[in-house]
């Protein structure tokens, strides 16, 4: 059940050569070894490439948005490339379980890279959204691709090496994607920023595609007759691209017209999550279900509150937005610290225990970074208490992709990857939602026009804590399903 075996078109009796061996013994050594060298340098670069664009597109999108007269159109350059990236994970799982992730990979990379020239050439806001929602297109295959390479090409003793390695990738671009990008759009424009990603393709391609098809090339079953694509989850993978789609236009305008469409997009949404999510997600049944039900959790929480933090630590203790963004950064750090500890072989027996207690430094983290509302707290508390939350995020998040390779049989990677992401992606946005919704009932939408003031009681302290206190206790939630992630074994 762990990696398959590196196939040859030429072998055509199913009974193996004398001389054949499990994967674990053809191909020795760690992730950098000879054997893996290639494979695991080009999926890296591939995460790193994904992890610059996610940082520093963000930071463009304001000057682009102001210059194509389209601000009132800036959250759907967000919302679009989320709903078309859920109907891609979908299509990827079941293109990887049916053909092998190199296709899905090579397709998603070249989509991600078109989307990203539409928006950088675009003269209007609504070609720059397109732009985006073909990125997102490209984003989600890739993803469920990389998830579908890992579980064929590496033995289960690897993964968790090589996933850590994906979230230490994403440190230096946590770090210098935004400064960089401001430089770029400053200095040349924000549109470099766009067309000057897609450059960066040519080496991860050139370098993974050829070791995925020694590797992990093929269906997961070669003696199997090949299936078409199952039409009923794609109907459903529509369904959930645009339930959340209308949920995010109808957000957009709170007036009660809106209610159609939220209503509309509720109903599609709901049964597709249903549809696509394992059996017995919602009430956190043993095993992979948990597994998927954790990662949204985690994430939604985590990202949620981690969406105020920047906003409080300006609002409320008069910090200036690039100090405030520089609050996070040690995050990044700490957060591939706990990726690599969960990593370490002596760590596999303890697996869930350290999936709690991460989830438990989670909630400590989201609780205690409102503190800083009161004055006497010093304003870096903020960011050791994010520090400490992002090292339990690393160990969380790396393992429920390791647990849930350990749990798919192969033909079914692909699959299961793709409700993990979709997991992961629909929580961040019904949790931010939720927060909010909270934050503005609250007086939150208030705080925007303070500007950068200090002192806690110059606006609305009890908006922040209505957002931070309710995520901490999901979090809490998080550590219970953590500990209904193993299947007890029969006697």
């Known amino acids: 059940m762990t990696a398959l075996e590196p196939r040859d078109a030429e072998v055509t009796t ?7 061996q499990p994967i674990d013994q053809q191909l020795q050594g760690g992730v950098l070894g000879r054997d893996y060298r290639a494979l695991s340098v080009g999926i890296v670069s591939v995460v790193l490439l994904i992890a610059f664009e996610a940082t520093a597109v963000g930071t463009a999108m304001p000057v682009a948005a102001r210059e194509l007269n389209g601000i009132g159109l800036y959250a759907f350059a967000f919302s679009s490339y989320f709903t078309t990236s859920l109907f891609a994970m979908v299509l990827s799982g079941q293109w990887a379980d049916r053909d092998g992730p190199l296709r899905p990979l090579a397709t998603g990379i070249s989509a991600f890279a078109v989307g990203l020239l539409l928006s950088g050439t675009a003269n209007t806001m609504w070609l720059f959204i397109l732009g985006r929602a073909v990125q997102g297109l490209g984003g989600g295959m890739v993803i469920v691709a990389l998830y579908v390479v890992i579980g064929r090409a590496y033995p289960e003793r690897l993964r968790p090496a090589i996933l850590a390695a994906f979230a230490a990738s994403w440190v230096i671009p946590s770090v210098v994607g935004p400064l960089a990008s401001g430089t770029v759009t400053e200095q040349l424009g924000w549109r470099w920023v766009f067309v000057g990603i897609p450059v960066l393709v040519v080496f991860p391609l050139a370098l993974a595609l050829p070791a995925i098809r020694r590797m992990a090339s093929g269906p997961a079953d070669p003696s199997a007759t090949r299936g078409s694509f199952d039409a009923h989850r794609i109907r459903l993978a529509l369904g959930i691209s645009l339930g959340a789609a209308l949920l995010q236009f109808a957000a957009q305008d709170l007036k009660w017209l809106s209610l159609l469409p939220a209503a509309v997009g509720a109903a599609l949404l709901v049964p597709a999550v249903l549809g696509l999510l394992p059996k017995g997600t919602y009430r956190a049944a043993r095993g992979l279900p948990s597994v998927v039900l954790l990662r949204g959790i985690s994430a939604g929480s985590f990202i949620a509150a981690e969406s105020f933090v920047p906003l409080m630590l300006v609002t409320q203790r008069g910090l200036s937005p690039t100090m405030a963004g520089f609050s996070l950064a040690a995050g990044g750090v700490t957060w591939a610290l706990g990726s690599f500890l969960q990593s370490r072989t002596r760590m596999e027996p303890h697996r869930e225990r350290l999936m709690v207690f991460g989830m438990v430094l989670v909630a400590v983290a989201i609780a205690g970074a409102p503190t800083v ?5 010093p304003v870096w508390m903020a960011a050791v208490s994010w520090a400490i939350g992002c090292f339990g995020m690393g160990m ?34 019904i949790l931010l939602a939720a927060g909010g919704a909270a934050f503005a009932a609250l007086g939150g939408g208030s705080v925007a026009g303070h500007g950068a003031v200090s002192g806690a009681g110059a ?11 309710p995520m901490a206790l999901v979090a809490l939630v998080g550590a219970w399903v953590s500990t209904r992630v ?6």
Do not use: C, Y
């Not at 606006?459 to 206190?469: D, E, M, Q, R």
């Open 14 to 20: 199913p009974t193996p050569a004398p001389d054949v």
């Open 373 to 377: 509302l009161i004055d006497w707290v």
């Open 396 to 429: 969380v998040i790396a393992s429920t992709s390791v647990m849930l390779l350990k749990l798919s049989e192969p033909e079914e990677a692909g699959s299961n990857s793709a409700s993990l992401q979709i997991s992961d992606g629909l929580s961040n946005v």
């Open 459 to 469: 606006s609305h302290p009890a908006a922040f804590a209505v957002v931070f206190l």
């Open 486 to 491: 193993r299947v007890p074994q029969t006697p």
